[in-house]
């Protein structure tokens, strides 16, 4: 599986309530597209959100995302960490 950092943009204002129900959402379907959601950050001020998952694709988290109600702008593979 590889892991994925997603970017949402446009979630000003986002308070850290709205961050877990997005991120709870997202678990409560993640294993149908076979997706593991780990992490999420927010900057509420910016209004970007990033997401860490793991999946079998991109396409699979962004399918997971766009059924929740907040599809990613972007998506990277995260190759290595540190």
Not at 3 to 9: F, G, I, K, Q
Not at 12 to 39: C, M, P, S, Y
């Amino acid at each position: 599986m590889t892991e994925y950092m997603d970017v949402h943009r446009g979630m000003k204002g986002i308070t850290n309530e709205e961050l877990r129900e997005a991120h709870r959402a997202d678990q409560a379907i993640e294993g149908e597209e076979g997706v593991r959601f780990k992490h999420a950050w927010a900057d509420p001020e910016s209004g970007t959100v990033y997401c860490l998952s793991e999946g079998p694709s991109a396409e699979a988290v962004q399918r997971v995302h766009s059924r929740t109600g907040h599809p990613a702008d972007e998506i990277h593979p995260v190759r290595w960490t540190v």
